[in-house]
């Protein structure tokens, strides 16, 4: 499986950012798809998830302001990023997993200026 993640970009604080990641290869019908985060000197964390059933779940930090959202057809997961605050600078990675593997898109970096 192949992840294309896109979207990241540098935002005044206080903007929206979209990503965008979409796999490629052998899906697998029941999977999550999920973003992750990773900032400077910090362990990566997990920013929201989308099961391929629709179960979503989200770091209570960005509850409110991240909606995830998913194309089943296009084997797309998106993130829409509101209001956003300079402590969420990261690199975002996609992340797709069955039961059985995990793959990880290239990582997109998210800049947010004060």
């Known amino acids: 499986v192949q992840l294309q993640a896109s979207g990241g970009g540098l935002v005044q604080a206080g903007g929206s950012l979209r990503l965008s990641c979409a796999a490629s290869?052998?899906?697998?019908?029941?999977?999550?798809m999920a973003w992750y985060r990773q900032a400077p000197g910090k362990q990566r964390e997990l920013v929201a998830a989308?099961?391929?059933?629709?179960?979503?779940n989200y770091v209570d930090s960005v509850r409110g302001r991240f909606t995830i959202s998913r194309d089943n057809a296009k084997n797309t997961v998106y993130l829409q990023m509101n209001s956003l605050k300079p402590e969420v600078t990261a690199v975002y990675y996609c992340?797709?997993?069955?039961?059985?593997?995990?793959?990880w898109g290239q990582g997109t970096q998210v800049t947010v200026s004060s």
């Open positions: 992340n797709y997993q069955t039961v059985m593997v995990a793959y």
């Open positions: 290869g052998s899906i697998f019908s029941i999977n999550t």
């Open positions: 989308k099961t391929s059933g629709g179960s979503t």
